[in-house]
């Protein structure tokens, strides 16, 4: 049996979408699975049916931020989410802004928020529908998270959720695990420029892979790389700040980063960070080639 | 009649009007917008890089490209090396390829009989998706076009990587679309040799001529491309007549009443932009000759963005040779961002048109931020005195199917129009 | 047992001091200090294997002892302003009252840096106390009463500051006690880095 899926979108770029669109094995995933409509694939019903009346369905997929004024085929976002929320057996919020509100929460909508949450704020809207969702954060998100989550729910399989709702799987790691940086982060090698392959770029560049969930650098983008490993800072894309303001700059106080690796107290990041500045490790001062 | 289009990054209610069984007039509306240029204001210049691409999530990198070069040009005095603006370049072209795929197996093939091929359309746009992402992290959503450069350090093996990646597409695109040699595709100047090959693309445009339809999709045979780069021509071209001059000051946005879009103007004038834009400008041997035959009409369109699509795959095989390993990646500006206030304007060449993006800077931070977007361009809501290029497509059409077929051969991008 | 060691080490090290403020870091030997607390040279060797490692054990130690005194006032509920005070009554306070401590520190860690050079790079060995420091500056900076400003330049100002105090009174040129320049030399160095 093909669990239907229904994908609207909210307030959204549908980036998620595009991203979901370089999963590779699409034609076996759309042998096991059947949209009951889609963005841009082809899908059971047009918007219009999908909206007039609930169609049987499965499992509610929404992208983009949520708002009482926003409208598809006339209907406001919010209701339709209502209307299919009772008969599916999973929600799943796919992207940052539709489990944050992101970039589009801060959008010309009133109340513009995520289904769930506004940054980290419960939003009292769909509460009693908070036990069968699972948030998959990112902007936009890993098609491989998507798809594998999926196939957890048509398993049945037991899927841990943190407290914004999101697989542990994925999201228990940081950003900053797998990061070919590592060993600069780790000497505390700060002297990076762009466009180079050595260097760290926590310290000065607004690095947010330390203290941002994710699984960048452990299923990697495209099947081939991750923004640390290209050279860009991490801009925190799956937490509920984002986007923060000053997204290439590190904000320090007195020299210190205001957000620390993730779970690392003050006194040991700084206990740390003192006694590697003690020593200059030359291989790690020295370019790669 | 309300018809409610979808699929295309969004929705668009088109309210047709009929006489004598023909379509008299046809209103276009776009029914959401953002307000992304609110969002920027006030934020420190490169959040601009961060923000933009999520404009679109199919062409978000070229509103990158045009971000970067928009901050750039804010600058007097500027250093990007030439390494840099090539792998841009690079970056930029596949992401039009894989807008062409996507368009062409999910959105035309099903106007043509065949049902939409979403196997394909992912194996070849992903394909490009994966050569992005070897030079700039990821795709979408990446912001490694930064002031001064790119933030990654390009290797030998990452460029023999993205031209294997390349010559699989080709090889795609050879054996799905045309089976013509690349070199003879390149340079072909008849529509005659096309009708001699086999392919998904073949099989669309002899449907087009066998079910009549070569007239579809005419409007006013007026052409207007900014993005000028080391492909693309920059210019007008009125019919078959190019003019390479064209200033961003003859640009003009007007408001719509009903509509969250913009229509845009040249001189007072609609122009048509996107890839037959670009192959009339460039006077691209193969689109002339279909020109000469069917005019503006989708076969012109459908064949020009099929056609770029192989174009852009060789140029970029040849681009990739001109790279300079020695040169760096990134030059640090002489001057801070934060210190400049200044307005810049650029534009860049996206899938469906020229996109155009305009900043005005106060000491590093944002004060105004204007997008003009291709879609604006080509669906234009105007009266029937000065209509749309689209809307003029439509009218004399005999059904809604029919005009469907034509407003998708524009290929819109709601999300884009309205931002 | 660990703990017996551990206050068995800590008599040393303090006899250690007061014979190093005394005699001076040089004249000092290892035979002395055993023989103040009446050990054998060789029970001594079982805490310290050599005068270069009890120096350096030494340094640390006040690092410890200051650092969790500067711990207590950054973890108070008060305003920089505050702590400020507090921190500057804190360090004259250890001058008075364990005098050989302040009297280490600048008489033999800064002025023989090559007792300290294995081991003791950089500001490994006052690792507590600086990381202290540097949690002041940064939580005063947060809160928006301090300057953001380069770390180097406010350490500088503030330690030098003390320390160039404690140096005048061990040389007994100031004609009061240290308490007595408390507010002044707080409210100078509130001024100097506050927003």
């Avoid at chain 2, 009339?280 to 000469?292: G, S």
């Avoid at chain 3, 290892?30 to 029970?43: E, H, R």
């Avoid at chain 3, 003791?120 to 202290?132: I, L, P, R």
């Amino acid at each position: 049996m093909k669990p239907r899926i229904l994908w609207i979108s909210g307030i959204s770029c549908y980036g998620n979408v595009h991203s979901f669109l370089t999963y590779t094995n699409i034609d076996i995933f759309l042998d096991d699975f059947e949209f009951i409509y889609h963005p841009v694939l082809d899908s059971t019903y047009t918007l219009t049916q999908i909206v007039e009346d609930v169609k049987g369905c499965d499992i509610l997929l929404i992208d983009g931020a949520v708002s009482d004024d926003f409208m598809r085929a006339d209907k406001s976002i919010k209701n339709i989410i209502q209307q299919y929320a009772s008969v599916v057996e999973k929600i799943i919020t796919v992207g940052t802004c539709a489990t944050f509100g992101g970039i589009f929460q801060h959008s010309s909508y009133t109340g513009a928020s995520g289904v769930h949450f506004k940054a980290d704020e419960l939003q009292s809207d769909f509460l009693h529908l908070r036990h069968k969702t699972i948030s998959i954060s990112g902007c936009p998100i890993q098609p491989e998270i998507l798809v594998n989550t999926l196939y957890e729910i048509k398993n049945n399989m037991d899927i841990k959720l943190d407290s914004f709702l999101r697989p542990k799987e994925y999201f228990g790691y940081t950003i900053h695990n797998g990061c070919t940086r590592n060993e600069y982060f780790e000497y505390k090698v700060d002297n990076h420029n762009f466009g180079e392959l050595e260097g760290c770029l926590y310290y000065n560049y607004g690095c947010q892979a330390p203290y941002s969930s994710g699984s960048c650098n452990k299923i990697l983008w495209n099947e081939v790389n991750s923004k640390t490993r290209s050279g860009s800072p991490c801009f925190g894309c799956t937490e509920y700040t984002f986007p923060k303001i000053g997204l290439f700059e590190t904000k320090k106080n007195m020299g210190i980063p205001q957000f620390l690796p993730l779970g690392v107290p003050k006194r040991a990041y700084l206990s740390i960070a003192g006694v590697t500045k003690a020593f200059t490790i030359d291989r790690l001062n020295k370019k790669l080639m | 009649m309300i018809e409610l289009i979808e699929k295309i990054e969004g929705e668009a209610k088109l309210d047709f009007r009929f006489a004598n069984d023909l379509i008299d007039f046809v209103e276009i509306e776009f029914l959401t917008a953002r307000g992304i240029e609110n969002i920027l204001k006030n934020r420190p210049a490169m959040d601009a890089l961060v923000i933009n691409p999520r404009v679109c999530g199919i062409c978000g990198h070229a509103h990158l490209i045009a971000t970067v070069q928009a901050l750039e040009n804010c600058y007097e005095n500027i250093e990007i090396s030439q390494k840099a603006k090539i792998v841009r370049e690079l970056t930029l072209n596949f992401e039009l390829i894989q807008n062409h795929f996507k368009w062409f197996y999910l959105v035309i093939l099903p106007f043509f009989g065949k049902p939409q091929d979403p196997k394909k359309a992912v194996y070849a746009s992903s394909l490009m998706a994966k050569a992005i992402a070897v030079l700039a992290g990821q795709y979408p959503h990446n912001s490694y076009a930064i002031v001064g450069g790119i933030t990654s350090y390009i290797t030998n093996g990452d460029l023999i990587k993205v031209r294997s990646l390349i010559d699989e597409c080709l090889m795609f695109f050879h054996n799905n679309l045309v089976d013509a040699d690349i070199d003879e595709f390149w340079i072909c100047d008849s529509i005659e040799h096309i009708f001699e090959k086999n392919g998904d693309l073949v099989d669309v445009l002899m449907k087009i001529i066998y079910n009549n339809q070569t007239d579809f999709g005419k409007s006013y045979d007026r052409f207007i491309v900014f993005g000028g780069n080391s492909y693309f021509k920059s210019g007008k071209s009125n019919k078959t007549v190019v003019n390479e001059h064209v200033k961003f000051d003859y640009v003009q946005e007007e408001l719509i009443d009903k509509s969250y879009a913009k229509n845009v103007y040249y001189k007072n004038k609609s122009f048509e932009v996107g890839p037959l834009a670009r192959a009339m400008v460039n006077k691209t041997p193969l689109i002339r000759d279909a020109h000469r035959k069917y005019g503006d009409s989708i076969f012109s369109r459908i064949l020009a963005r099929m056609c770029e699509t192989a174009q852009l795959l060789h140029h970029s095989k040849q681009l990739i040779k001109m790279i300079d390993q020695k040169e760096p990646s990134f030059i640090k500006p002489k001057v801070d961002i934060k210190q400049i206030s200044s307005t810049g304007i650029s534009s860049v060449e996206a899938a469906r048109g020229s996109l155009i993006h305009n900043i005005e800077l106060i000491g590093g931070n944002i004060k105004n931020y204007a997008i003009i977007t291709p879609t604006q361009w080509n669906l234009g809501c105007g009266n029937k005195k000065n209509l749309g290029v689209a809307q003029n497509a439509m009218i004399g059409l005999s059904s809604i199917d029919e005009a469907k077929l034509v407003f998708k051969s524009f290929d819109v991008c709601s999300v884009c129009t309205t931002h | 047992m660990p703990h017996k060691k551990q206050t068995k080490k800590e008599l040393i090290i303090q006899a250690a001091l007061e014979l190093f403020a005394l005699k001076g870091f040089y004249t000092t030997t290892i035979p002395d200090i055993a023989s103040a607390l009446k050990m054998s040279v060789g029970n001594m060797y079982n805490y310290f294997k050599s005068k270069d490692m009890l120096a350096k054990e030494i340094i640390k130690y006040i690092s410890i002892y200051l650092g969790s005194k500067l711990q207590a006032i950054n973890e108070e509920p008060i305003t920089t302003k505050e702590k400020t005070k507090k921190i500057v009554q804190m360090y004259f306070e250890t001058a008075s009252n364990r005098p050989e401590m302040i009297d280490y520190f600048l008489r033999v860690y800064l002025s023989n840096r090559e007792v300290f050079k294995d081991g003791c790079e950089g500001m490994a060995c006052v690792s507590e106390f600086v990381t202290e420091v540097m949690i002041y500056f940064e939580e005063g900076v947060k809160s928006g009463e301090l300057r953001d400003q380069d770390f180097f330049s406010a350490f500088g100002l503030f330690m030098g500051y003390l320390g160039g105090m404690v140096f005048l009174n061990g040389e007994k040129i100031l004609p009061n006690e240290l308490s007595f320049y408390i507010d002044d030399i707080s409210e100078n160095i509130y001024n100097a880095l506050k927003k």
